[in-house]
């Protein structure tokens, strides 16, 4: 009976010991803006920061005011292009490129044409319309808007590590390119270093 | 026969010059002459150029971190070890083509029987 007793009791304990310590992971819910920096690694800090430097660059420079001298007050027309990362993280552009694309078409001071992919559904899109939309709603072929410039861009990285020392430096590029004539019209970077210690 | 030889000379002459001044009268100011090569190269690529617009291309390489490349080296000789546990006293794990994938071309991260020279090897970089 005694024996009985302290096996129910052992049952317990181990449940107890497993219930809690299933339940030791927390979440919670975060600014946006708050820097937390846990491995070292690219971060949505560091995305945040060059989406704040590109924006604020690409818009305050030069290349839209001559643009709009020069084909009398049209306004240019971006296509987002390749960004190749050659750093040494997997990261990805589009969450600070699309801030950019975000803020031309807010500013509306730049035009922002589809490419890639999303190009090709719309298309693909139009197409389908040719046999099965009604003939006043159907979209036609050849009606699109050319791009100007095609914005382009590069990640790199250089880093230093001894024992448990580390220096991390990115660069961050974005340029804007005319596409008739190859003539770079802005060019935008970011760089940021980081010491980690472990 | 001979009148006929010049005739169709003349032709062919006439046309090419047609076709020549065509295409000149075809050019925007300072165009080069010579842009439907270019043209019709990249008008069979295009699509698939242009297919990854908008997209991050990953080209990363791998920089040596000191202190992950000590905690790798760790990590395979644990896994060495628990792997060799209890039989490889009878049957030595021998590597037959010691430094055979070693770029300075002798065995550094392997002794004679084989076995791997964790002091000697450096497996961050491969061998």
Redesign the interface.
Known sequence: MQFKKIITLAAFAVSGILISSCSTRQVTRVNTNDTIDISGNWNNTDSRMVAQEMTQSILGGKWISTHLEEKKGKRPVV????????????????TF?KDVEQVFVSSERVRLV???????ELRAEKADQQDNATVLTMKKFGLENGADYILQGS?N?I?D????Q?VVYYQVNLELTDIQTNEVVWIGDKKITKYVK? | MKRKLVISSLCAVFVLTATAYGQQAGLVTDQNPRYEISRAKYMNVADSL??????????????????EAREERRKLRREARAANAGNDWFYPSVNYYPGYYNNWGYGGGYNSWGRHNWRRSNLWLGW
């Open positions: 296509v987002v292009g390749l960004v190749q990362n050659k750093s040494h993280e997997h990261i990805d552009a589009e490129v589809q490419g890639g992919k999303k190009r090709e990640i990285s880093v590590s001894h024992k448990k580390k472990n | 242009t297919s990854s617009q908008g997209t991050t291309v990953q080209n990363t390489y791998k920089a040596y971190d000191w202190y």
